[in-house]
């Protein structure tokens, strides 16, 4: 067993015995909570931002209806009960679900929440060119409305068999109308005030954000768990990278939370010997992976630059480069180098839960180099005397992009190299993470404008069902001009079958056939090489050796039970 292995495992004792210890404290009386994630947080309002560390920043204070716990369970947040057919939450017909909320409960203003604010943040999010990062969570709602001050209806145009895709998760929480009431359609971005500093129903509350800095929380005087947050203050500080945040907890118990900590397996190990805090590690839907860009992105193509307009990419509009490209990675490789126990190899957009992983693009794990000359080969792409391929006058020359992190440069590298015996010419690029998932429209360097033919992330999706996030690849999820850059379909992928296998998979109930259909969405994915996954990623982040009650979480946002966080006495 490996050095990290047994930390891990050391880490997931230390948790159990500290979640079944009951915490003793009351609201407040923890003092300070010092939170570190080295991709600093742009916005506080997730509907406008599809980063995860800014879905997990508002965690902290807007929340959805119910959300995911760290087994992947649904669990009540603003409600008493989850609506089901057998308790008469969900119609048999299942085209509508019915919320209750919970009486008493207030926004962090001591204003009350009602079903008013649940019914006006699906008008927002559904508004005509909103932009809204998180739209997939409302398919095929067709009304939203409050039957009572407590009660809310969603009504859906086709059966919905899982139909809690609206308000449920980190990723779709409520906002409050009062706040946001002018912040509709083309204005939502332009309401800095409330994007960031919204009012929530969480347990802390904004006292100052600096976006891409940092952000100060109170302790949120209207929670309504009496005792909760025991921290009287947070502070989610960001920027550095990776490295430094592991350092930040472990070694010098600086921070009590580090987030995302994509480093080299075996400098984790070397940082947790200080014994100033413990690694944490769970798996959840992540993939690290390619995204490929089917259009021109060079400057050349000016304001139409990555969009349907500019034309095909000259290389990567290819299916025999994109598949070359896929098997040409040694994945084992990059996982050793990068991930250790926190990575395996993966061909999938969907790798979990095991009902959904697909068998079918398992060619992708073993590296051909051979067989993947054989194809430009066969395709035209002639090796030239530099080392590099051209078909016509097109040069098999990429532009490769990231964000800023240690093991996202180190997997660049390797992948250039195994690129260059294919004949693949790349120039590497890394963007500061703030930068590159910020979301901001103005900016030529985020992950959603795609400024260059290849780049590498992951994300993942709240919960188990990977509906919504399948429904991200559909035609009119794709990020342009005229919805401000913000959808979720990144490589621009557009094919009218496969948003039928999303109508389908939306109007199925029975698990095994919604299996089906799920993995016959991800295969024409990776088929179409529309993506290159590399890596199915475990979240590893650390904690402070004082701090209890953290619960690793992969299904939603690491932050979702810091309410219940405490200090060790």
């Excluded at 230390?14 to 609201?27: E, F, I, M, P, Y």
């Excluded at 080392?387 to 997997?411: C, E, H, M, P, Y």
């Excluded at 990020?479 to 557009?494: A, D, F, K, T």
Aim: proline fraction near 6%; charge should be negative.
């Amino acid at each position: 067993m490996t050095k990290l292995r047994l930390l891990l495992t050391a880490s997931a004792v230390a948790l159990t015995l500290g979640t079944a210890a009951s915490a003793q404290a009351a609201r407040g009386s923890d003092g300070e909570l010092k939170i570190l994630y080295w991709q600093a947080v742009s916005v506080l309002n997730p509907y406008l931002s599809g980063g995860t560390k800014d879905l997990h920043g508002s965690s902290m204070v807007i929340e959805p209806l119910a959300r995911y716990d760290e087994k992947g369970n649904m669990v009540p947040k603003l409600v008493d009960e989850i609506p089901t057919i057998e308790n008469g939450g969900v119609s048999k017909d299942l085209k509508s679900i019915t919320w209750k909320l919970s009486k008493g409960i207030k926004w962090s203003d001591g204003t009350d929440f009602t079903a008013d604010d649940v019914v006006f943040t699906a008008d927002y999010c559904l508004a005509p060119d909103g932009g809204c990062q998180q739209r997939a969570y409302f398919s095929d709602v067709t009304k939203v409305e409050a039957l009572d001050p407590l009660t809310v209806k969603i009504t859906f145009g086709v059966p919905k068999p899982f139909p809690y895709g609206p308000f449920v998760g980190s990723q779709s929480p409520i906002l409050q109308k009062a706040q946001f009431k002018d912040c509709m359609g083309a204005k939502a971005p332009e309401c800095t005030d409330a994007n960031f500093h919204p009012h929530g129903t969480g347990p802390f509350r904004v006292t100052e954000f600096k976006p891409n800095d940092v952000i100060s929380f109170e302790a949120n005087p209207y929670y309504r768990v009496a005792d909760e947050p025991h921290f009287a203050t947070a502070v989610l500080k960001g920027g550095g990278d990776a490295a430094s945040a592991a350092r930040a907890v472990l070694e010098t118990g600086e921070y009590d939370y580090a987030w995302n900590l994509q480093v080299e397996p075996e400098i984790l190990a070397q940082m947790a010997q200080a014994g100033k805090g413990v690694i944490v590690s769970s798996f959840g839907t992540q993939v690290e992976r390619l995204e490929v860009n089917p259009y021109d992105a060079s400057a050349a193509a000016g304001d139409a630059r990555s969009t349907k307009q500019a034309g095909p990419n000259p290389a990567l509009s290819d299916p025999a480069v994109r598949k070359a490209l896929s098997i040409a990675i040694d994945r084992d490789l990059l996982v050793e180098a990068g991930y250790g126990e926190a990575g395996r190899p993966t061909c999938n957009f969907v790798p979990a839960p095991d009902i959904y992983a697909s068998t079918a693009n398992d060619w992708c794990l073993k590296q051909d180099v051979a067989g993947a000359n054989k194809l430009l080969d066969d395709a035209g792409w002639v090796m030239g005397s530099d080392g590099v391929r051209t078909k016509g006058d097109a040069r098999l020359s990429l532009i490769f992009q990231t964000s800023t992190n240690s093991v996202r440069q180190g997997s660049q590298a390797l992948i250039k190299q195994m690129w260059q015996q294919i004949g693949v010419e790349t120039e590497l690029r890394n963007t500061d993470p703030s930068v590159f998932f910020g979301g901001d429209p103005a900016s030529p360097d985020t992950f959603q404008k795609f400024y260059s033919d290849i780049e590498m992330y992951t994300n993942n999706f709240d919960g188990t069902d990977p509906e919504k996030y399948l429904a991200g690849r559909m035609c009119d999820k794709i990020p342009s001009p005229e919805n401000g850059w913000l959808g979720e379909n990144v490589s621009r992928y557009c094919d009218p079958a496969y948003d039928k296998l999303a109508a389908k998979l939306a109007g199925t109930g029975k698990l095994a056939d919604r299996a089906e259909i799920a993995k016959e969405m991800n295969d024409m994915l990776i088929e179409a090489g529309t993506m290159i996954p590399l890596i199915h990623r475990g979240d590893v982040s650390a904690h402070s050796a004082t701090l209890e009650g953290v619960r690793m979480n992969s299904w939603d946002s690491q932050l979702w039970n810091v309410a219940s966080w405490y200090r060790k006495k």
